[in-house]
T-cell receptor
Framework: ETGVTQTPRHLVMGMTNKKSLKCEQH?????MYWYKQSAKKPLELMFV???????ENNSVPSRFSPECPNSSHLFLHLHTLQPEDSALYLC???????????????FGPGTRLTVL | GENVEQHPSTLSVQEGDSAVIKCTYS??????FPWYKQELGKRPQLIID?????GEKKDQRIAVTLNKTAKHFSLHITETQPEDSAVYFC?????????????FGKGTHLIIQP
């Protein structure tokens, strides 16, 4: 349960605020992911990082800005969000594609974001 | 890109009965299919997964079947118990490519009636 941690667990922000979500993994993985979970919608992949390099941006608006300073840490910087951005933001980690890949992704507990 | 459809959205079964959740996928290149269980207020947790080189995998009361030709896979839970109540998500992805994020279904809310 503590392999992937996220802070804060809850965040309320106004549309003009700037905030950051943090994710940390202690599993020795080299791939990290951001997903968005909204009510009545599937989990949506936002960003993928393999070995600190962004390998996928799933058409995410520029008001969401990811940062991966090393393989253990992932951030999601938020700026001028909209109320419809309110959701649970989940971080996950896993092994990148390769001979030793297990494909399994392990999720953090998420940050419940409310945009007023 | 990949599209995953999941049915039903809600499933209510009597305790002790079996539950089946079905998913279809669109991209024939997908070759990894995990199932996640998410209890209220908690993170999604992997319960079982299957790769395209096998047709069935079982782990105690949980099994997953895969039909590559029809591009569908199913989760089977036998002898259901109250603690099986949760939302279950299927997912698909292609391994070995540059992008390896999961594409999820919308989820099935499984309710176990005592």
């Amino acid at each position: 349960e503590t392999g992937v941690t996220q802070t804060p667990r809850h965040l309320v922000m106004g549309m003009t605020n700037k905030k950051s979500l943090k994710c940390e993994q202690h599993l020795g993985h080299n791939a990290m992911y951001w997903y968005k979970q909204s009510a009545k919608k599937p989990l949506e992949l936002m960003f993928v990082y393999n070995f600190k390099e962004q390998t996928e941006n799933n058409s995410v608006p520029s008001r969401f800005s990811p940062e991966c300073p090393n393989s253990s840490h992932l951030f999601l910087h938020l700026h001028t969000l909209q109320p419809e951005d309110s959701a649970l933001y989940l971080c996950a980690s896993g092994h990148p594609p390769g001979l030793e890949s297990t494909d399994t992704q392990y999720f953090g507990p998420g940050t419940r974001l409310t945009v007023l | 890109g990949e599209n995953v459809e999941q049915h039903p959205s809600t499933l209510s079964v009597q305790e002790g009965d079996s539950a089946v959740i079905k998913c279809t996928y669109s991209d024939s290149a997908s070759n990894y299919f995990p199932w996640y269980k998410q209890e209220l207020g908690k993170r999604p947790q992997l319960i079982i997964d299957i790769r395209s080189n096998v047709g069935e995998k079982k782990d105690q009361r949980i099994a997953v079947t895969l039909n590559k030709t029809a591009k569908h896979f199913s989760l089977h839970i036998t002898e259901t118990q109250p603690e099986d109540s949760a939302v279950y998500f299927c997912a698909a992805k292609m391994t070995g490519g540059g992008a390896d994020g999961l594409t999820f279904g919308k989820g099935t809310h499984l309710i176990i009636q005592p």
